[in-house]
Each structure stands twice: as C-alpha cells, then as structure tokens.
C-alpha cells in the first residue's frame, strides 16, 4: 500500500487518485480486469450497463426508480458529478455517504499493489466494492465515455442499453458516427440482449450485434412509442403494452425516448415488473436531475448539453418556453468539445454570450471561446476571469423578464449550481 494512503477524508483522496495517473484517460482494460480480480467482488442479481452519447445519466435514473419502486435495491454509478463526487456512487436512490466511499477507495488501494489506474478507474472499482459491501441487487452502471475501453466494460451484463450514437469525444473514439459506433458497441456480449434507444441505427452496432450473435432490439422495431396529443404517451413492446403513460418530468421530447427504452431493458430483465401505467408514469413523472434544463428561481436555466445533439435540444427547449426579455448564455467549455458544432443550434435562441474558462488543463481558455463565438455568430460574447464574476456579472445585467442560460460542461454548471443555492 502507497504511504500516502488510506487518507480520512474525500478532500484529501481525490487530489491524490488525480496525481496517480499522468493522463486522465488511459485507454485499455486490462489493468482494471487485474485489480478487479484482486478485489473478488461477488455477482449481484443482475447488471444493466448504460452507454451511448446522450441521455445516459436520465436513463440511468429512470431505471433506477423504476426497480426501486418494484423493491429493488440498487447500486447506480453516473459520472461525471455535477456537485458531490457522492452523486457518482448512489445506493438505493442516496448518494453513498463519505464513510462508505472512504472505505471503498482504501479496500482497492489495498489491492493494488503497483497497478497503475486512473482517476476514473479508481473510482468505478471504488463504486463496484461499495456496491458489493452494501449487497444491493442490481448495478445500474453508466459506461464513461465509450464503451469497448471503459472501465464499467470489465462488468458483464445481463442487458446492455446504448442510449444513441451521435459526434462526441472525437479525439479518443473517433470522428465519424460509425467509428464511434463501433467504440459503443463494445458493451455488447455474446447472446446477450442489447437495447439500442435510438431509429437511427449505425450500421457498425449491426456489425458488432452479428459478430457477437448479441441479441439487438432496437427502437421502432422491437419496441416503439408514440406521444399523444394530450402529452401522455403509449409504448408497446415484446409482451407487454402501456397506454396513455403520463410524460417524464425531465424536460425535452428525447427524454420519452430514453424512458422508452428503459421500459424494453425492464421487459427483457423481466423481474416481475408490475406493468401498470398509472405506477409507471408516477415513477417518470417524478424524477429530478440537477443540470437538466433546471430552472432557479424564473430566471436562470442549468444544463450540462455539450455536444451537438445535446445543444439542440437545449435550443428547443429554450423556444419552447415563453420569454418576455433576452437570453444570455454563460458557456464554458473543454478543448476537445466542438464548440461551433455546439453553438450553431444554440445561436438564433439567444441574444448575447459569456465566456468563461474552464479550470484545469483540459479546459478552452475564455478568450478562445469568446473570439470564436463572435465570428460564429455575429453576437457580442463578452469574457470573464471566472464563472463567479460571470454569474454576477450576468445577474446584474438582467431584469425578471430576461433569461440565463449555464452550460457547456458539467464542470460550469455544478459551481454554477452551488453559487445559485448560496444566495
């Protein structure tokens, strides 16, 4: 065990797990399969592991409440966090407290020896330990940022969901659809059910889905929904069919397209889920997420979008709703994020930006940005030193009929959030 560890407190492990790897993504499995195997974890009821570009932090929270409200007792792991690093480890529906964490990172250090992880790695064997010590029935786990060489992928699952596949984290999965496709893909196990949430299937999930013989139910075939023009919505699958099933209360028309296929993962595991329409759509429509089109107090709206799809759909959600003033957007962004791809849908919703800088050395510098979105759009984007000064900057040169908009990055719109909830 290193000298420097186990430290007694959150404050103190995570500035230590960052320094332990040079690099924050380190591709490749097999050091995680080796300390996995050191920690002899024991198998839970089942496994349900969430990929996929967008949606999979809302899915996996569907998911979650929809078994826990069957009596499930759950094990979700999400990153990144928007305010806590607890939020990334939730036992039945609560964030793991400090102790439980604590001692999960102290049992994989003990294991270690001088296998190198990464941050990430840690931290999803951490979740695995405390997950295993806790004897929950099901471990609900979001795949990080691809799929075939994440670290979520050394646990076999019983289904396997890949949300969507869309441009996302080119510098490490690839620059085109199907090349990243193919990255996702790699959840997939031999006869293993996948549910694919999306109609636009790349050709690459069918390829590795054929490879495997993995069994591939994809949206629109094998299950389907349609939205009612009173809101409500119905879904039918394999078996079972549900009518009129009140909306999520995650806002934007995509979020009926991930409970959809939540409800095909439920119907595959087929844990004697009641399928009753009036309990299912309770469960949806009650379901909260900081950082997802959240609205503070009239005026500011929170969310994490930061690829091109997720922008599009912020900027619908944004015409979408009425307001009365203009609309600024504080962004701040990370270096391998396509920041035009991101600001064009965005650019006729609103009238004026804010650039700030992300800290860390994977953060775009806010002068960057701010040069950059002027050229994209035409509209003035003034640059702030911090997201405080942006944030009050921003406050005080907007009325009640004006809106404000954070996001970008999970790494703006938690401090964001924490500011918002201190006044």
Known sequence: MSSKAPFESLDEWLPWLESLSPREIVLGLERVYEVKHRLDLHDPKFVVNVAGTNGKGSSVAMLESLLRNAGI??????????ISYNERTRIDG??????????????????????????????????LVAFDSAKVDAWILEVGMGGRLD?????????????????????WLGDDVETIAREKAGIMRPAIPVIFGSEKVPDTVFEVANELDATLLVSGQDFAHEINQDGTWNWRGKKYQLNKILPP???????????????????????????????VGMVFSGIQLDGRFQTIRDK?????AHNTESARVLANLIDGISIQGNVKLI???????????????????????????????????ADDIAKDIANFTGKPCLLETD????????DVSTNKDD????TGSFQIVGPALEWLRAF
Not at 73 to 82: E, I
Not at 151 to 171: E, G, K, Q, R
Not at 258 to 274: I, Y
Not at 387 to 394: G, I, K, R, T, Y
């Open 73 to 82: 007792v759950t094990g979700c792991y999400t990153s990144p966090h928007v």
């Open 94 to 127: 609560r964030p793991a407290s400090e102790q439980v964490i604590l001692e999960a990172l102290a049992k994989v250090e003990s294991v270690r020896g001088d296998v190198p992880l990464t941050f990430f790695e840690f931290g999803t064997l951490a979740t």
């Open 151 to 171: 670290a979520v992928n050394v646990i076999d699952p019983d289904v396997a969901l890949i949300t969507n596949v869309s441009i996302d984290h080119c510098a």
């Open 249 to 279: 209360a995650l806002q934007g028309s995509t979020q009926i397209g991930n409970a959809s296929a939540v409800l095909a993962v439920l119907e595959v595991l087929d844990q004697n889920f009641v399928w009753d329409t009036t309990s």
């Open 300 to 304: 500011w709206i929170l969310d994490v």
């Open 331 to 365: 962004i701040g962004m990370l270096q391998d994020k396509d920041l035009e791809g991101f600001v064009a849908p965005l650019a006729e919703a609103i009238d004026s930006f804010i650039a700030v800088t992300i800290p860390g050395p994977r953060g775009s510098a």
């Open 387 to 394: 997201l405080a000064s942006a944030l009050e900057h921003a």
């Open 403 to 406: 809106r404000i908009v954070v």
